[in-house]
């Protein structure tokens, strides 16, 4: 009987001592919880990669979205937090929660639209191509036959195919290897939006030229996801916007970036 007792009072020690453990425990996890929402971090995705809208320079990620998401979260009251990656990857980030949106001159498409909600437009843009200013070409129907580069998962590559079928297009992960495959010859032409191509022929000097004539307008916006949190996001963003294009913050970013003031487009 004494072995017994011993025993139960040894169960209902270590009982109590796993219940306080277990008490603890779910106090740091609600506090850090507490801790993460007081904090107000909006969490952003770009490449990185995409000049002018969100690149690096010196180390630091900026650009025409980069910038006005920044302006927009510390409007908002919220500290911004960035992550980079492939474009085609940024979706699966907003899918999965790990992000909030993707500020990388995302295009309001048909198949987007149908799995996130947008942000009223910040930017309108034109797809075209660039092309070596000693070719003869001058429209994008001089390009039938061709090899043009484009991005993977890029809405212009798409616009572009949907606009000429017999115009070639070759894809590449990242836009530096399309404009280096253009300028190396292996491609006639570079394929992205009017306003990147002139912003990026003027600051790196490009002997480029962009033809005549579009595949498509596009639309700008910041997605969310299709949740209550996404719909908040979406009102709060819709409110900076106006409230930006309003007192021509917008226009000073995009004048600084693409070299003239794209709300003029904005409708």
Do not use: C
């Not at 919880?33 to 904090?39: A, F, G, L, Q, W």
């Not at 630091?60 to 006005?68: C, P, Q």
């Not at 990857?89 to 949106?101: A, E, H, S, V, W």
């Not at 212009?156 to 115009?167: F, G, H, P, R």
Request: hydrophobic share 35%; charged share 25%.
């Amino acid at each position: 009987m004494k072995r017994k007792g011993l025993l139960i009072g040894a169960g209902v020690i270590i009982a109590a001592i796993l219940i306080f453990l277990t008490t603890v425990q779910l106090g740091k996890t609600q506090g850090t919880s507490s801790t993460n929402e007081n904090k107000k971090v909006l969490t952003f995705a770009a490449t990185g990669t995409s000049f002018p809208t969100a690149y690096k320079k010196d180390g630091k990620l900026v650009g025409f979205d980069v910038d006005l998401a920044n302006i927009i979260a510390k409007k908002l009251g919220y500290k911004s937090n960035w992550i980079t990656g492939d474009f085609d990857g940024l979706f699966g980030q907003l899918d999965n929660g790990k992000i909030d949106t993707i500020a990388n001159d995302v295009a309001i498409t048909t198949e987007r639209t149908e799995k996130y909600r947008f942000s009223n437009p910040y930017n309108t843009e034109e797809t075209t191509v660039a092309v070596a200013k000693k070719t003869s070409y001058k429209t994008l129907k001089d390009l039938e036959g061709k090899t043009v580069a484009g991005a993977v998962a890029s809405n212009n590559t798409e616009n572009l195919k949907a606009y000429d079928s017999k115009i070639n297009i070759k894809t590449f992960e990242g836009r530096d290897d399309i404009y280096q495959a253009l300028l190396v010859g292996h491609v006639d032409g570079v394929i992205n939006t009017r306003n990147n191509l002139a912003a990026l022929i003027k600051k790196k000097g490009y002997n480029w030229k962009i033809l005549n004539g579009n595949a498509a307008t596009v639309k700008i916006a910041f997605p969310f996801t299709k949740d209550v949190r996404g719909k908040k996001l979406e009102e709060k963003f819709n409110s900076e916007i106006a409230k930006l294009k309003q007192d021509g913050t917008i226009a000073k970013l995009s004048n600084k970036y693409f070299g003239y003031d794209i709300t003029q487009n904005l409708k």
